[in-house]
């Protein structure tokens, strides 16, 4: 009865604030509803990852600025997670220096405020680097200067989506060999290495697809031209501060995460290892990261949120996120609370799918229990 009065109550909560939002918007003439989403935008995009005019609608705009968010959400994820565990790890060498190299780093980048960090590298991106003439480049296949970052790109329809194909099926394959190779070794008590085969497998997959795609082999190259580069593919100044300063920022949460997971692993199962004869590598990976995972993913799904969430900063560099397009639309349409509850929308759904992502693989990690 309480849980349903508890319902009731916040449902009437809602209702008044939007009922009182609307009649105040009303009595003042100010337009409301999301029917703007339908008309022309009237302004451009400098970086997209789909074709898109100024005639084309608010709602595209929005959309656009939504895959920009989740491209560099993305990548920063992949990125973080790669360099947390690496200085988390690293943490625990017995080497000093690199013990030492790993300390200061986090503690360097974890107490640097995040929009600070951005700030730095978009000005060092943008005042240190040479022209677009004089870019620096590597065999004339890579460029870097205050243009961005330039580098060949496989042609659009020509079969390299077949490619992409093949390696989406290869590493489904892999997954699923990966998983009846274990399923053998609970049975049978014997080990198949997954690594050889599974990168065996993802290599025939690419192999197949390009086969399919008829042998593709057209690529664009990238020019350097006297004002900018010219060709290929590139991502701009603004895209690689933040995702330089979202990877280097959250990477030290994610390294003393690590720590704290590795260092709940008792000091006798790491005896136990030595004394069956594992080197202290095999130990790391076979004994104490699979236990550690069981604390370490928890709170590694916070620093997942954190990073999705602190890529709204980017509008203060001039990336093109969802949050710089849904300013440029509501000073354009006037419609505030609309594009406020876009924003709102979209990093609740951002977050939610985190979550529930990360909070399914922590359920399969957890020990199994009568």
Known sequence: MYQALAIVLIGLGVWFLAHNTQENMRIRGIQSGFDFLRASAGFDIGETLISFSPSESY??????????????ALIGIVLTTVLGVLLGVGRFSRNALVRGLCYSYVELFRNVPILLQMLMWYLLFVEVLPAPGEAWNLA???????????????????????VLIGLVAGVLLAWLWRRWALGAFKKTGRLLKPGWPMLGIVLVGVVAGWLAGGMPTQWAIP????????????????????LISLTFYTAAFVAEVVRGGIQSVSLGQ?????????????????????????????????????????????????????????????NQSGRAVECVAIIMLVYLTTSLSTSLFMNAYNKRMAIPER
């Open 59 to 72: 709602g595209k705009a929005i959309w656009v600025g939504v895959l920009n968010t989740l491209r560099v």
């Open 140 to 162: 004339d296949l890579f460029y870097l200067s205050k243009d961005g970052f330039a580098f060949p790109r496989p042609l659009q329809g020509t079969g390299y989506l077949m």
């Open 223 to 242: 020019e350097a031209g006297r004002f900018m580069i010219e060709g290929g593919g590139r991502v701009s100044p603004e895209f690689m501060a933040v």
């Open 270 to 330: 790491k005896e136990a290892s030595a004394a069956l004869g594992l080197a202290p590598r095999q130990t790391m990976k076979l004994v104490v990261l699979p236990q550690a995972m069981r604390v370490i993913v928890p709170p590694l799904t916070n620093q997942y949120l954190n990073l999705t969430k602190n890529s709204s900063l980017a509008v203060a560099v001039g990336y093109p996120d969802v949050v710089s397009i849904a300013n440029t639309t509501l």
